[in-house]
């Protein structure tokens, strides 16, 4: 029954009460195949129904919805370079991790975030009361709260990728990997996916992109492996992505045992206040 | 200045587009405004309890008056913080222990009715007789329980802050505990040396001295060992805050010690030393926030946590 916090996880459905597990599911975007087209951005939207993100000029490259957030679920980066052998484009399509071990979920106070059968983590609309507590706590900024007029959808709570649970309820591809012309997002079994970006990481190294490297795909890792995985040429950092992300839950048992503390010594020190003196 | 300068190395990094790599929570005054309330709500109920135990009847009156109308406002700034206020009562659907917040609502869930309940029974006066005395009767009782709670309601929002990926917040986990219950004892006595009079104060006054110093001991202690996340504590809102404070605080140490004798020294204090921890925790959340907005204090200690894993990065152990 213990929920695990921290380190390797080999069955997160498991782990959350599920006795009908689904095989994992994920994500494997291989960001030197991609094109930049934004298709998976328009085909999320349009599948989830999410608002629009603003209409704004940012002059960062064709990157115009600048991160991922409460109505930006995939989100393409563009990152130009002039270097010696011309100009380097990278372009990467973002998405949210999927944690093994997530804060986001972790420190919902309603239960609103819960981990789907297939592993993933998903905002239950119906239930989110819009605390916000889930935002400064993803070690990736994934999630945020919605914001925008009254009569905007699910205006006040915290939204993300759901890897289009829906879709996968009825066997289908999430919308993103589904939309994606060159296939630089792939959907599938997370076990399959990591031995996939291994494969193509090899085949990179081997042909001289010495560069390319795997983020999220090790289950060692600081949020126990991401159920969302990149295939990079460049750091993380980058990218916007955080280099060595550590699931700030890691530390809550250190973090109770101080406040106990703390909270002793208070009383300690109301009851000296009332012995130590005359007046 | 310098020195400070000189203790974090340059900060070389790359990002993208000068973006933040995590998010800041999206939480406005009324956070740092619950944190002061619900110190104030905590350290009264102890000092109310301690008040009543040992025969302080104006002390006790003042303290659980402070911890009703507290924790009162405490819920309205909670409740007005929500993206869906009218959902408040989601927050009661599951106890999590996983969540912060999810313990400080069964906290404050338990503490609440207790200390409203000794408040309460201090203005059973306005109330028809049979009431009145089934109220006096309660009062000690709930008094009491509320006492036992209320340290708990004080530290928790230590850990409530820390449990993100908020870098000046995250890291300061060890302290912040120690920070938010000295603010909270100083504000609490603060209350009882500016509304009791001088004659019942000696335990507030002495909880207060106590107070303000430990939360100045701790808060060195964790800036200094915060290393670059330190730094957004200096710069910005969350700097002229902090030198508000300090500048409040010295009023109130300076009047403090005329605050046995002197009626109006210890109102002078006493509202000095409430205005510090306020000043206090709104540059603690600004701080937090302040760090999170700039990815130099997410990506420099987690590349450095990469080139050397042992770590440069990592806070020497204690």
């Avoid at chain 2, 805050?241 to 140490?253: D, S, W």
Wanted: aromatic share 6%; glycine share 12%; net charge neutral.
């Amino acid at each position: 029954m213990g929920h695990q916090l921290y380190g390797p996880e080999p069955d997160v459905a498991a782990d959350a009460g599920w006795q009908d597990a689904k095989p994992r599911k994920g994500f494997f975007t291989d960001t030197s195949i991609c094109i930049g087209c934004k298709a998976c951005e328009v085909a999320c939207k349009e599948w989830n129904g999410v608002p629009d993100d603003g209409f704004n000029l940012l002059g960062s490259s064709y990157d115009n919805t600048g991160a991922l957030g409460a109505s930006t679920w995939r989100h393409v980066a563009f990152i130009e370079s002039a270097g010696a052998d011309g100009v380097r484009w990278l372009m990467e399509s973002d998405v949210c991790k999927h944690c093994t071990h997530a804060a986001c979920l972790d420190v919902c106070p309603t239960g609103s975030l819960f981990r789907t059968e297939f592993g993933t983590v998903v905002v239950q609309d119906d239930i989110c009361n819009g605390c916000g507590y889930c935002v400064p706590a993803c070690p990736y900024g994934v999630i945020d709260r919605r914001t925008g007029d009254a009569g905007t959808k699910n205006v006040g709570i915290a939204q993300k990728c759901t890897l289009c649970y829906d879709r996968l309820q009825d066997g289908m591809t999430p919308a993103c990997a589904q939309a994606c012309p060159t296939e630089s997002i792939q959907f599938g079994d997370l076990s399959e996916l990591r031995s996939r970006a291994a494969a193509r990481l090899a085949t990179l190294h081997d042909t001289g992109v010495e560069q390319a490297q795997l983020y999220g795909h090790d289950p060692g890792d600081g949020v126990g492996g991401a159920g969302a995985m990149f295939l990079l040429l460049d750091e993380p950092e980058v990218y916007g992505l955080p280099p060595d992300p550590v699931v700030t839950t890691r530390d809550l048992p250190a973090m109770w045992k101080q406040a106990g503390l703390a909270a002793l010594t208070l009383f300690a020190g109301v009851v000296a206040s009332f012995l130590g003196g005359r007046a | 200045m310098s020195r400070e300068r000189r203790m974090v190395p340059n900060a070389e990094f790359r990002s993208y587009y000068g973006r933040p790599v995590v998010k800041a929570a999206p939480w406005t005054a009324e956070i740092p405004t619950y944190l002061f309330l619900g110190g104030v709500a905590g350290g009264s109920a102890v000092l109310g309890a301690g008040a009543d135990l040992t025969g302080r009847p104006a002390l006790r009156r003042v303290s659980r008056l402070g911890a009703l109308g507290a924790i009162t406002a405490s819920f309205a700034v909670l409740v007005h913080d929500l993206g869906r206020p009218t959902r408040f009562l989601n927050m009661l659907r599951v106890a999590k222990p996983t969540s912060p917040m999810s313990v400080g609502i069964w906290l404050l869930t338990t503490f609440g009715p207790l200390a409203g309940l000794a408040g309460a029974a201090e203005m059973r006066g306005l109330l028809p007789r049979p009431l009145a005395d089934l109220l006096g009767a309660s009062a000690r009782p709930a008094g009491l329980a509320a006492a036992a709670v209320a340290p708990a309601v004080v530290t928790y929002t230590a850990v409530l802050l820390a449990d993100t990926a908020t870098p000046s917040w995250h890291e300061a986990y060890r302290e912040l505990p120690f920070v938010f219950a000295g603010s909270a004892a100083s504000a609490a006595g603060g209350l009882g040396m500016l509304a009791a009079p001088v004659a019942e104060a000696g335990p507030a006054r002495r909880m207060a001295l106590g107070g303000v110093l430990a939360e100045m001991a701790a808060e060195r202690r964790m800036t200094s060992s915060l290393g670059l996340a330190a730094e957004p504590f200096q710069h910005g809102r969350a700097g002229t805050l902090m030198r508000a404070r300090k500048t409040v605080v010295a009023v109130g140490l300076a009047a403090t010690p005329l605050a046995s004798r002197s009626r109006a020294a210890a109102a002078v204090a006493g509202a000095a030393l409430l205005a510090g921890s306020a000043l206090g925790r709104f540059a603690i959340f600004e701080a937090g926030q302040q760090s999170a907005r700039d990815p130099k204090y997410t990506v420099v200690p987690q590349r450095e946590r990469l080139i050397s894993p042992a770590g440069s990065a990592d806070r020497p152990a204690r």
